[in-house]
């Protein structure tokens, strides 16, 4: 079997109860040859650490930082620590998702079969707070071809539900970019087609994707947030070639960011 390392992080805003359900089905994969880094960003509290003790499974390995440093320097810790070994496949997590139980057996076949693809994510389910089907199951572009097109609205593939192929960072670099506001995953895509990377999607759902009212509120955080997020799609389609239209769409996304959250939340149901 192919060793897969899995990258996580958490930190001491996230659920106890959401953390330990995500570390569990990771662990319960049918696909059981990995090692999941853990990252702790900063002091998490009792609760959190409780969760993580409570854990008796030599796959978890625990990497800690003694400050919180934010999601992409924690995942570029993590990455540095997998890029010391020889792991062919590099997969994504959240602490508030819920992985299919399938989900890196289905990925890793599909990179088997898909030699020219560095990354594949797939459709997920969307869960609200307690768990319970949302009743909507988001399905992403499937072929390179449509990812790259789709790229020029908005992102391809779903930040947690994504394996990659150690080629992927070898053409695109060892970091997530960390020079635009929450935009780490949006800048690693842009660098991975700039670098001939090829990105693919299952039509299968590999995740439950959680849902909170608190999720909207911070990806609402005023001009400053909304203003970043125009520039790096702006650079996105000066550097990739995309056409007038791409444009349009990103200064329409920047009105709807600086809107009330219930209009965002609203938006996001309507379009997503």
Not at 40 to 48: A, N
Not at 193 to 216: E, H, Q, S
Not at 239 to 248: E, N, P, R, T
Request: with cysteine.
């Amino acid at each position: 079997m192919d060793k897969i390392a899995v990258i996580q992080s958490v930190y001491k805003n996230d659920s106890p109860e959401y953390l330990n359900l995500s570390l569990n089905s990771i662990l319960n994969q049918t696909y059981k040859d990995f090692v999941l880094f853990l990252g702790i960003d900063g002091p998490i509290g009792d609760e959190l650490s409780n969760v993580i003790r409570s854990i008796d499974d030599a796959r978890l390995n625990v990497v800690e930082n003694k400050k919180n440093k934010g999601l992409a320097s924690m995942l570029n810790d993590l990455l540095a620590v997998c890029n010391k070994d020889d792991f062919e496949y590099i997969a994504r997590m959240d602490s508030d998702d819920v992985a299919v139980s399938d989900r890196f057996e289905k990925q890793i076949a599909f990179l088997r079969e898909h030699p020219k693809i560095d990354m594949v994510g797939g459709a997920i389910n969307e869960i609200d707070e307690n768990g319970r089907s949302l009743g909507k199951i988001v399905n992403y572009p499937y072929s390179s071809e449509e990812c790259f097109r789709f790229f020029a609205k908005r992102n391809p593939v779903a930040h947690p539900a994504v394996m990659f192929r150690r080629n992927f960072f070898e053409k695109a670099g060892w970091h997530y970019p960390t020079d635009y506001m929450r935009n780490e995953d949006t800048r690693l895509w842009q660098e991975g087609f700039k670098n001939g990377c090829k990105i693919a999607n299952l039509p299968d759902v590999v995740l439950n994707f959680r849902m909170t009212d608190d999720m909207f509120r911070r990806r609402r955080n005023g001009r400053a947030f909304a203003k970043s997020q125009l520039e790096l799609r702006r650079l996105i389609i000066k550097d990739l070639g995309y056409g007038s239209m791409a444009y349009i769409y990103a200064y329409a996304m920047y009105l709807l960011m600086i809107s009330p959250s219930w209009l965002l939340k609203l938006a996001y149901k309507l379009l997503r």
